[in-house]
Nanobody, 125 residues
Framework: VQLQASGGGLVQAGGSLRLSCAAS????????TGWFRQAPGKERQFVAA????????YYADSVKGRFTISGDNAKNTAYLQMNGLNPEDTAVYFC???????????????????WGQGTLVTVSS
């Protein structure tokens, strides 16, 4: 499975961006797709995840109400709509996927088998 993340860029505080994560190869409707981010000098941090089979979504507290994760099974693509961006959201954003992740592990980067290359989001104040 190959993941290709895109959609990052420079935006002013309060602005919006939509990230995309396109999957190719041996994809599955059982996949869980997650977004993580890593700011300079900080550990990789969970942002959001979606179970493609059923559409259940999960969010970090820091992005609830501002970010929305969604998936399009026909296009093998997951999206992260980010609204109300602030400078603290500046980071490289990575998409990840795996099959059969239990809910309690969804927030853990080590539970994901496949990773995209990352896309940089910069929010200016």
């Amino acid at each position: 499975v190959q993941l290709q993340a895109s959609g990052g860029g420079l935006v002013q505080a309060g602005g919006s961006l939509r990230l995309s994560c396109a999957a190719s190869g041996r994809t599955s409707s059982r996949f869980v797709t997650g977004w993580f981010r890593q700011a300079p000098g900080k550990e990789r941090q969970f942002v959001a995840a979606i179970k493609l089979n059923g559409g259940h979504t999960y969010y970090a507290d820091s992005v609830k109400g501002r970010f929305t994760i969604s998936g399009d099974n026909a296009k093998n693509t997951a999206y992260l709509q980010m609204n109300g961006l602030n400078p603290e959201d500046t980071a490289v954003y990575f998409c990840a996927a795996s099959e059969r992740i239990i809910t309690s592990s969804m927030y853990n980067a080590n539970a994901y088998n496949y990773w995209g290359q990352g896309t940089l989001v910069t929010v200016s104040s």
